[in-house]
């Protein structure tokens, strides 16, 4: 899969830009302010239809205009070309339409056009909050397959209900009807984290070799907070947590309390972990995540590198590259661009939201 043209019209601090993107590798060089992750964040918005960096939709429109357009031309070699034009209306949200034809659900576009972000924010999935380690999970999961995506959001819907009612102290039957919507939803995405994780765990070691030290041993463990095997366990659960779910208003078992960890030398990288461990276990969790979308998805996802190159060291920076050389089209954002790699990269200048050649 390959980006050949990106139109934006009032995204962000861009009042108008066409772009061509003729290489596999694009570079966007500039100060800070000027527009550089702007660009990549909308590139990203083609994949999972909202941005890396927010939630709301407003703040991806141009300041004091009604509307943004987005309009990517893909090539793809098996399916052909492909236009998608998103549409961010103030008033009227979000809509999107594939080749001319409205996108009525969200399912049938998951897994089309995958890309994967490298930022500096990478380093908390290492030694982040579990909330930051779930959340890329199931951004994973849910980018390559549409029935984990409907299951987390039954799961969450039925969660919401359940601990409304423990905040207003609900009757047990009231419970007991989200409760086992969650159990039913849990089963799913236990079995699917589980057999998810353990294949991101292969291929985050296969690249860790290549970006840190193979004799390091590095591991990553799916932990859950329940053991969850069949449709009612955790409804159980639930059932007899329920005195203790009053008092703290809050549903305190689940899935949504998952975690994973990262070990190498068979400790936990959280506590032991040198800063330069730390950032090759982003960095091969963000490439382990590359592998995952091709297997699943059945194409090379984008590679979106926002001001990473800047912070690695030279033995990292050689790795990081080795690492590229996989198919993917590559776009990244830095304010320099080192010697070696000026002929590496279609470079655009960035300034003021203008982006030249």
């Known amino acids: 899969m390959r980006l050949g043209s990106l139109n934006l019209v009032d995204y962000r601090n861009v009042q108008l830009a066409r772009l061509e993107f003729g290489g596999p ?4 060089l500039g100060a800070n302010g000027q527009g550089k992750t702007n660009v990549l964040e909308s590139i990203g918005l083609s994949s999972a239809l909202r941005s890396f960096r927010t939630m709301e939709t407003r703040d991806l429109i141009r300041w004091e205009r009604p509307r943004a357009e987005l309009l990517f031309g893909f090539e793809e070699e098996e399916l052909g070309n492909a236009e998608i034009l998103i549409t961010l209306d103030r008033s009227r949200g979000k ?46 999961f849910s980018s390559s397959s549409a029935e984990y995506l409907e299951e987390l959001r039954r799961y969450y819907r039925a969660l919401r209900g359940r601990n409304a009612l423990l905040r207003s102290e609900g009757g047990d039957g009231e419970l007991a009807a989200f409760e086992n919507e969650m159990s039913l939803a849990a089963l799913f995405l236990a079995r699917s984290r589980k057999d998810g994780v353990t294949a991101l765990a ?35 659960l639930l059932h007899d947590g329920r005195q203790r779910d009053r008092q703290l208003k809050n549903t305190s078992k689940g899935p949504h309390r998952d975690d994973c960890a990262f070990f190498l030398h068979g400790r936990d990288a959280r506590k032991f972990a040198s800063e330069g461990q730390q950032r090759s276990i982003a960095l091969a969790l963000r490439f382990g995540q590359v592998d995952f979308l091709r297997e699943r998805c059945g194409t090379s996802p984008l590679i979106l590198i926002d001001d990473v190159l800047g912070e690695l060291d030279p033995e990292r920076r ?22 070696e790699d000026v002929d590496e990269w279609e470079v655009y200048q960035a300034k003021e939201g203008h982006f030249l050649k």
């Open 95 to 140: 809509s999107v339409a594939v080749d001319g034809d409205k996108l009525l659900r969200f399912g049938d576009y998951i897994g089309r056009f995958p890309s994967v972000v490298f930022s500096s924010e990478d380093l908390r999935l290492s030694r982040g909050s579990p909330g930051e380690r779930r959340k890329f999970l199931d951004l994973v």
């Open 25 to 28: 590798r694009v570079f966007f």
């Open 318 to 339: 050689a790795n990081f590259h080795a690492c590229l050389g996989d198919g993917s089209q590559v776009f990244a954002t830095g304010t320099q661009l080192l010697d």
């Open 202 to 236: 292969k291929l985050f070691a296969n690249r860790y070799q290549v970006i840190g030290r193979a004799e390091e041993d590095p591991v990553l463990r799916y932990l859950a907070d329940v053991e969850i095997n069949a449709a009612d366990d955790l409804a159980r």
